[in-house]
């Protein structure tokens, strides 16, 4: 089955400065990379999604990049707030295995004011 | 549009007894799936409902778990007899369609003593 690695687990950065969460996955046929942002207390949800067909795509502050060949994909915020901060979920799906989600361990953010 | 809702919040259980979880999805959401988070770990999938019948439950522990998907509606998932390792927070998410956006509910936290 599939099998998703998130580095890092934590991640603390300065207000203003980038942070980057990277993610493997194991199978080839996945095509579906959401990424989730959970708050303390909150519900998980989509910032961020990308399917195999694309490389890149951004939204505002946050970006996904996605290397079939090398099978990874990398989330990308810039000019990073204090509201930022959270724990960020990367997810893989394919059609051949359903769609259920299989997710990455999560990474802590911590945006220093 | 209310969201996916889950209840109840929290729940403590003593080891061997049983408790049910409930998740109502999202009106017209055919898709509905249940995951685990256990303490620091990666949010792992469970079971996957197309309306009420079960697409999918290879995420499942053992038999002490029991998931029911009534009429295609509402969700259930009881524990019976509850183990103290199947503590963790408990999510239900549901999607319109299969690989597109899956909204997650705020969780169950289970802890068995």
């Known amino acids: 089955g599939e099998n998703v690695e998130q580095h890092p687990s934590t991640l603390s950065v300065q207000e203003g400065d980038s942070a980057v969460i990277k993610c493997t996955y194991s199978d080839s046929a996945s095509n579906y990379f959401p990424w989730y942002k959970q708050e303390l207390g909150k519900r998980p949800q989509l910032i961020i999604d990308?399917?195999?067909?694309?490389g890149e795509k951004k939204d505002q502050r946050i970006a996904v990049t996605l290397n079939k060949t090398a099978k990874h994909f990398s989330l990308h915020i810039t000019e990073t707030q204090p509201e930022d901060s959270a724990v960020y979920f990367c997810?893989?799906?394919?059609?051949?295995?359903?769609?259920?989600?299989?997710f990455g361990t999560g990474t802590r953010l911590a945006v220093r004011p | 549009e209310a969201g996916v809702t889950q209840f109840p919040s929290h729940s403590v259980i003593e080891k061997g007894q049983t408790v049910t979880l409930r998740c109502d999805p999202i009106s017209g959401h055919d898709n509905l799936y249940w995951y685990r988070r256990v303490m620091g770990k990666e949010i792992k999938f469970l079971l996957h409902?197309?309306?009420?019948?079960?697409?999918?439950e290879s995420g499942m522990p053992n038999n002490r778990f029991l998931a029911e998907r009534t009429g295609g509606t509402y969700s259930t998932l009881k524990v019976q007899p509850a183990e103290l390792e199947d503590s963790g927070v408990y999510f239900c998410?549901?999607?319109?369609?299969?690989?597109?956006?899956?909204?997650f509910g705020q969780g169950t936290r289970l802890t068995v003593v």
């Open positions: 990308i399917r195999s067909n694309v």
């Open positions: 997810a893989a799906s394919s059609g051949s295995s359903g769609d259920k989600l299989t």
């Open positions: 409902f197309v309306k009420e019948s079960k697409q999918d």
């Open positions: 998410a549901s999607s319109l369609r299969m690989n597109t956006e899956a909204f």
